[in-house]
């Protein structure tokens, strides 16, 4: 398990450090900011829609590891998926991350946050970048804060 838990961690380290799919996405179909005021992480997620389905995710954004990294494999994960399977990812990673199930096959690259199930404080800096997803897709004009 320390051989995982170091692998995990190295993920995080590189997705912190250098994350993926950053930028805006200036024919968006979906956009929103979101805070996370505990920890001051924030930022602005882009995506493109069509037919029900991600195909394009992107941000733009600052804060801690865990959030950066979050982010970063997030955008990884949504592309090509359609909404229904998004609802889905989303659920089975809020309770990874939340300790409440660990089995979660289907979740792939995004098992390596589940450490942070035994931080709950971090909690929010990981589905900081989920939760502005939901609300994008909801078209919720309100900002996102995880307060
Ligand atoms: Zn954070």
Same mark, same amino acid.
């Given at each position: 398990?320390?051989?995982?838990? +170091?692998?995990? @961690? @190295? /993920? ?8 993926? =799919? ?8 979906? @956009?929103?900011?979101?805070? =996370?005021? *505990? !920890? ?10 069509? =037919? ?6 992107? %941000? /733009?954004?600052?804060? !801690?590891?865990? $959030?950066?990294?979050?982010? $970063? ?9 359609? *909404?229904? +399977?998004?609802?889905? /990812? %989303?659920?089975? %990673?809020? +309770? ?5 199930? @660990? ?15 035994? %931080?709950?404080?971090?909690?929010? !800096? ?10 994008? *897709?909801? =078209? ?8």
């Amino acid at each position: 398990m320390s051989d995982l838990r +170091e692998l995990y @961690q @190295q /993920v995080i380290i590189d997705h912190g450090r250098h994350p993926r =799919n950053v930028g805006e996405i200036l024919h968006a179909s979906h @956009q929103k900011e979101g805070f =996370n005021p *505990l !920890c001051g992480d924030q930022l602005t997620l882009y995506l493109v829609v069509e =037919n029900d389905v991600i195909r394009e995710a992107k %941000f /733009v954004g600052s804060g !801690c590891a865990i $959030s950066m990294a979050s982010a $970063s494999l997030m955008t990884e994960t949504l592309r090509d998926k359609s *909404l229904a +399977e998004v609802e889905n /990812v %989303f659920s089975s %990673f809020h +309770e990874l991350v939340t300790g409440k199930s @660990q089995n979660s096959e289907s979740l792939g690259k995004l098992m390596v946050l589940a450490g942070v199930a035994e %931080f709950p404080a971090r909690v929010k !800096c990981a589905t900081l970048a989920w939760h502005t997803m939901k609300a994008a *897709l909801e =078209n919720n004009v309100a900002p996102v804060s995880t307060e």
